[in-house]
């Protein structure tokens, strides 16, 4: 796993102490690996952090304004290159091979 993008929320109020401006929200990315070489994207998830409280949110338990800070987080974040470096490697190695078949 890996924070893909994180930003603290202007306008997000945080349920459980009421203060502005504190809550975190994070996307994680998540990928799939073989003997911890990175294979393919998993997809992505996302929590929510109070700065003040501690008070933390997985994307099921998110209120609907802190979720809505997550969405458009979302929409901006990409997957990195790297997720796919595994599957990269043997792709160019299968295409060395038979390349090097017919020369």
Known sequence: MAVLKSETS????CPKCNTKNSTKVSI?????????IPFISGGKKGISICLKCQQSFDLKNMPSTIK?????????????VWFYIGLITIKTLVLIKIFTKYL
Do not use: D, F, N
Not at 68 to 80: D, I, M, N, V
């Open 10 to 13: 202007k306008e997000v109020v």
């Open 28 to 36: 994680i990315g998540i990928y799939r690996h073989l003997l911890q």
């Open 68 to 80: 809505l800070a997550y969405y458009e987080l979302k929409e901006t974040s990409r997957t990195p």
